[in-house]
């Protein structure tokens, strides 16, 4: 998912600029594979030794998507319009 990033010559950071809408890779499967990573990266982390993190995983879970995911989704709608929305409908959030 980075390389494709860099490949299509579009930010990664917010307040980089978006010049195109990656589709192919693991865009394909998810809209946010590299979320998806992180967060089970998150969870292999959270489950040894005392299982806390798991009570505190569905927290990261809204962290990501409140704060990450729902305002890159309004983003990329603005920016992309109607081929943005039908990527949306092609392609689920995470799997």
Same mark, same amino acid.
């Given at each position: 998912?980075?390389?494709?990033?860099?490949?299509?010559?579009?930010?990664?950071?917010?307040?980089?600029?978006?010049?195109?809408?990656?589709?192919?890779?693991?865009?394909?499967?998810?809209?946010?594979? *590299?979320?998806?990573?992180?967060?089970? =990266?998150? !969870?292999?982390? /959270?489950?040894? %030794?005392?299982?806390?993190? @798991?009570? *505190?995983?569905?927290?990261?879970?809204? =962290?990501? !998507?409140?704060? /990450?995911?729902? %305002?890159?989704?309004?983003? @990329?709608?603005?920016?992309?319009?109607?081929?943005?929305?039908?990527?949306?409908?092609?392609?689920?959030?995470?799997?």
């Amino acid at each position: 998912a980075l390389w494709l990033f860099g490949r299509h010559r579009t930010g990664l950071l917010p307040g980089q600029p978006t010049s195109a809408m990656i589709e192919s890779g693991p865009y394909r499967h998810s809209r946010n594979p *590299l979320y998806v990573g992180m967060l089970a =990266l998150y !969870l292999g982390l /959270a489950l040894p %030794p005392d299982g806390l993190g @798991l009570v *505190l995983f569905p927290v990261a879970v809204l =962290l990501v !998507l409140w704060g /990450a995911i729902r %305002p890159e989704e309004r983003f @990329l709608h603005e920016r992309f319009g109607a081929p943005y929305d039908d990527y949306t409908r092609r392609v689920r959030r995470w799997l």
